[in-house]
């Protein structure tokens, strides 16, 4: 999975179609002895499955951006990759943020702490915590930004599926203190800040989530293990 991410990332760059970055990840992923956890994933089980190997959201957009050919990444971008990958039938997720070119100081500073809240997320992680320690580490480094966390996408346990119980909130709620972690536990954990608002849309195409009001999003996400006095990163 790192592997896929890194060298997918290494090939943003202005001019590039978003679809030219799906086609490799899918290369990636099929040499390697893997299948694409997200290609024809149907939500809930019912519907449309995402077309897709690689989702390639940008700026405003936060989860889910198809990457379809007049998707075109320009100088100042901030480009999120989401992959998942099965590989001896388990699954790990991840999504690393590029920025192309000369980016603004507001978007070097969303990536800078939205990867910031899921390193000090990651931190609070042991067996025997509750999941709230994580998503108040999130939300207050967030908010001591000048952030707001997306409160309508989640975090996922991820495994056997790509995505599996228990929902991974990022800010706290007292849902989160009921669930309390143990040794052995996959989790995708996956920040999603926005520079304004929290409030988000589903834009035209039915899969794009999107700022409602425009503004730039942040999100890195990885794969970990919880461990009996910490946790392991699995997607590094």
């Known amino acids: ?43 809930g089980g019912t519907g449309e499955g995402y077309p897709a190997a690689l989702c390639v959201s940008v700026n405003d957009e936060i989860v889910h951006g198809l ?56 931190r609070e992680l042991k067996h025997g915590a509750s999941l709230n320690e994580y998503a108040l580490a999130v939300e207050d480094h967030a908010r001591e930004n000048g952030f707001e966390v997306v409160r309508d996408l989640v975090g996922h346990g991820v495994g056997r599926s790509v995505h599996e119980p228990p929902q991974v909130f990022n800010y706290a709620d007292r849902r989160m203190k009921e669930i309390i972690l143990k040794e052995g536990m996959t989790l995708a954990l996956e920040p999603m800040v926005n520079e304004g608002g929290f409030e988000i849309f589903l834009a035209d195409d039915g899969w794009t989530y999107k700022t409602r009001d425009g503004k730039l999003n942040g999100h890195w996400e990885d794969t970990v293990a919880v461990t009996k006095d910490g946790c392991e990163v699995l997607t590094k």
Request: glycine share 8%; net charge positive.
């Open 1 to 43: 999975m790192a592997e896929v991410l890194h060298k997918v990332s290494e090939k943003v760059k202005t001019g590039i179609s978003a679809a030219e970055l799906d086609k490799l990840a899918r290369e990636l992923i099929f040499s390697a002895g893997g299948r694409p956890s997200f290609l024809n994933y149907k939500p």
């Open 67 to 122: 990457p379809i050919e007049d998707k075109i990444i320009s100088e100042g971008d901030i480009v999120k990759l989401d992959c998942g990958v099965e590989y001896k039938k388990l699954n790990t997720d991840a999504t690393v943020m590029v920025g192309v070119g000369k980016i603004s100081p507001a978007a070097e500073k969303i990536m800078r702490v939205t990867k910031e809240c899921l390193d000090k997320g990651i």
